[in-house]
């Protein structure tokens, strides 16, 4: 039987990476594309442990960035959410090990976090560039999350052999 992480471990990687995503890195020059670590995490969080988890994560990810963006409340979490459920083919546990599912799943979960993103944008009346957003900023951003992915996966593995506790089973 596995357990989950300890409560406070989502909350403070979300905090610091959504933390280092909307300050620290604007502040050095990246403006229009730059790494999203939350998306990342809860990404590759999902393979790893499944959707029960990511879900969890992915919703706390998204209060955060929601708490750091300048966009209508929700919309972060909401997309997060949503990313978190189609990614969380590691439920299977079918390559869950292997680096290669994590990294295609941050691709396309990135674009599609990105497009859900901008729909509700859209439905908040705000005005978005299709195309022009997806050529300069999404496809980049999700190339960008696609490189810094194995390190990522690689901390986060790391993370869920020491978070994840069995219990013996006894005849």
Known sequence: ????????????????????????????GFVAVRPDFVVQSVIIWAVLRGVREALLWAFAGGLVLDLFSGGPFGTATLALLIVAFFASVGELRLLSSNVILPVLAVFW????????????????????AWLGTFREVVVPTALVNTALAPATYWLLARLERRTRRTVPVEW
């Open 1 to 28: 039987m596995t357990f989950g992480t300890p409560w406070w471990v989502p909350p403070l990687l979300f905090f610091v990476a959504a933390l280092v995503q909307a300050s620290f890195l604007p502040s050095l």
């Open 109 to 128: 979960g990135s674009v599609l976090y990105s497009a859900i993103f901008l729909f509700l944008l859209a439905t908040h009346e705000y005005n978005v």
